[in-house]
């Protein structure tokens, strides 16, 4: 009988069927148990549908083929992948107003990153499930690939390495499928339409020149290897500018530390450092350090020039007479040791005049004694109010005190006025030369160097 009995397996092993020829000998021979011995036989022990084959053992099929085992396919893993919170840079398009122009100022070409940022997610892979073929052979599932690794400079993972973030406030910049957090932002270019003004938090570093209308703000140092135009420049650190600053009059210049550049023309600039130049012309400064002028010319042409400290170069003004005004800035302050004193006293007689009053309840029956104590809290609080007094006028007797200097290796030229304070500095109509200025005991000295 088995020969009428055929068994069909697919090439990948996962389907078995049965095709029974018919024959007279086998009508009333075929068993579920006999069809199972051939199933068997054939190796097939997985995936057996057995209702199939009973059904087909009572009523057989003849030279059809009937599925009677089936196996299951291998679910192969899914592949991580990296779902990020940033662009990345080929993404960046820039935004166009109502009118479609864009504002080639405000491009935030540049994305910054605050520390504790989410940069990204990290969906990782998956195992699969494994199949098996109608032999009970395991077919192994294919694991998901991995997820590219985004971790870079300045970036951590939280504990389950699903998420990344930014480690500090910079820039970010992509590498290779990698998230980098800069603190330095450097620019390979000029300030200018392709980049937008720029505001970054740590230091920036331009390798060009910053143009004209455009600004650059800080939370570090500025370098700037090139020239600066009409520009803002603000810096919660110092500023260096390599080739000089040509400010047309409506340049702007801030910074808490030092600023130095080779030139500084037509530019208003507040210092809180000191200034480094080899010559100021036309400008309008208040340095809170000192200015000191060095390289091959070292002057100072027109412009209006405050100094909190020293200011030293080798020519202020010109042949031309051009006017030149410099101002050393005094330091407002108050005899603070006396006004000290001052007060400690009065607490004292403050204090005794308190025991005075609490003795008066005491001694209210003594007349005599009343009386001698009702004197002394008087006299006391005289000397109270007298006290009181001349701590209002100590605190009105405000004294200004100029510790800067102003020293020429050179010539002062007529046309330059010097101010300590409103008090100007007058000389000779002649230009002086190789002078130290400064404030004694109230004047103006001229020494000589």
């Not at 006290?387 to 100029?402: A, H, L, P």
Request: hydrophobic letters at 35%; glycine letters at 8%.
């Amino acid at each position: 009988m088995d020969k009428n009995i055929d068994i069909h397996v697919s090439d990948d092993g996962m389907i078995g069927s049965i095709i029974i020829s018919k024959s007279e000998e086998n009508q009333e021979q075929i068993t579920k148990h006999h069809l199972m011995d051939v199933l068997h036989n054939k190796g097939i022990v997985f995936g057996i549908n057995e209702d199939v084959v009973e059904q087909l053992s009572k009523r057989p099929i003849y030279e059809v083929e009937i599925e009677v085992a089936k196996g299951f396919a291998p679910i192969d893993g899914e592949d991580g992948y990296v779902e990020y919170f940033v662009k990345k840079d080929s993404d960046y398009q820039p935004d166009y107003t109502e009118e479609g122009v864009v504002d080639y100022k405000n491009l935030d070409y540049f994305q910054l990153a605050k520390k504790d940022q989410i940069l990204c997610k990290i969906i990782k892979e998956t195992e699969g499930t494994d199949g098996k073929n109608i032999y009970g052979t395991i077919i192994q599932a294919r694991r998901g690939r991995p997820p590219a690794f985004p971790q870079g400079q300045n970036t951590v993972f939280n504990e389950d390495e699903t998420k990344l973030y930014a480690a500090c406030d910079g820039v970010i910049r992509f590498i290779n499928e990698k998230v980098d957090v800069h603190e330095t932002l450097r620019i390979r270019s000029n300030v200018d339409q392709l980049t937008g003004n720029i505001n970054f938090t740590g230091d920036v570093i331009i390798d060009g020149d910053v143009c004209d209308g455009f600004s650059v703000i800080s939370g570090g140092d500025v370098i700037i290897k090139g020239v600066v135009e009409c520009a803002t420049i603000r810096a919660a650190g110092s500023i260096h500018i390599s080739n000089g600053i040509n400010g047309g009059g409506r340049a702007d210049i801030y910074a808490k530390g030092d600023f130095r550049s080779q030139y500084i023309e037509s530019t208003t600039s507040y210092i809180e450092g000191n200034i480094y130049a080899d010559s100021i012309i036309d400008s309008k400064i208040t340095c809170l350090g000192n200015i000191r002028l060095l390289g091959s010319n070292e002057m100072i042409i027109g412009g209006d020039i405050k100094v909190l400290g020293d200011l030293q170069a080798k020519d202020i003004g010109n042949e031309r007479e051009r006017l030149t005004r410099i101002e050393v800035l005094g330091i407002e302050t108050i005899d603070t040791e006396t006004i000290k004193q001052l007060k400690k006293e009065r607490a004292e007689h403050e204090k005794n005049v308190n025991t005075l009053e609490e003795a008066v309840y005491k001694f209210s029956n003594l007349k005599e004694q009343l009386e001698i104590i009702k004197k002394q809290i008087t006299l006391l609080r005289e000397q109270i109010n007298q006290i009181s007094y001349q701590i209002q006028r100590k605190e009105k007797q405000v004294q200004i005190e100029y510790h800067g200097t102003i020293v020429c290796k050179r010539k002062i030229y007529r046309g330059v006025m010097l101010f300590f304070g409103d008090q100007r500095f007058q000389f000779s109509l002649d230009n002086i030369e190789h002078c130290r200025i400064y404030w004694h005991n109230g004047d103006i000295i001229q020494g000589v160097l």
